[in-house]
């Protein structure tokens, strides 16, 4: 066999190998798996749940949606120690004629409460759609999209068209 038909058969090969690991270990999916089937990072979700390039664009949407949720949780609630000690005061020492702070008696400015409650609402916000995109609901979507070929209800057609564009190379959009 010359050898650019060798390498092409080789490429040929590893790819089908490929595909048929990929349709093993989706078909092998259970519905009480251990937390090894779904701790995996999305390159190993994709090789190992991504059978079609709809469950491809539903693993990098879930992998999207989790990502944003994990960062507007932790970026949200770093500035609530800095607004709290901004907005902290002693008041003053009546055994030094209030010229010293007493260290034991403070009181936070008006504004502490409502801000660092809000920094802390949208730390909530982000720790709920990290929830709720997590790699558990991930699995569980993706064996169900292996079974009955049907996604949840909350993956509608408009947030998986992004993500299955980037996947098929733009080919598949709104409208085509």
Do not use: C
């Not at 066999?1 to 092998?28: E, H, N, R, V, Y």
């Not at 539903?58 to 901004?86: C, D, E, N, R």
């Amino acid at each position: 066999m010359p050898k650019p038909l060798f390498s092409i058969a080789l490429a040929l090969g590893l790819t089908a190998a490929g595909t048929a690991q990929a349709q093993d270990a989706a078909s092998a999916m259970v519905a009480n798996p251990s937390t090894d089937a779904y701790r995996l990072t999305e390159r190993g979700f994709d090789d190992a749940y991504g059978f079609n390039d709809t469950a491809r664009a539903v693993i990098h949407l879930f992998y999207a949606k989790w990502k944003t949720g994990k960062k507007i949780m932790q970026y949200a609630g770093v500035p609530v120690p800095v607004v709290s000690v901004v907005g902290k005061h002693y008041n003053p020492d009546p055994r030094t004629y209030n010229v010293a702070p007493n260290y034991s008696s403070y009181y936070y400015d008006p504004w502490v409460a409502p801000v660092a409650f809000s920094l802390l609402g949208v730390s909530a916000f982000g720790f709920g759609k990290a929830t709720k995109w997590n790699r558990r609901q991930l699995y569980a979507a993706i064996r169900t999209y292996r079974a009955t070929r049907r996604l949840p209800a909350f993956v509608t057609p408009q947030l998986l068209a992004l993500h299955l564009a980037a996947i098929t190379g733009g080919l598949a959009g709104p409208g085509r």
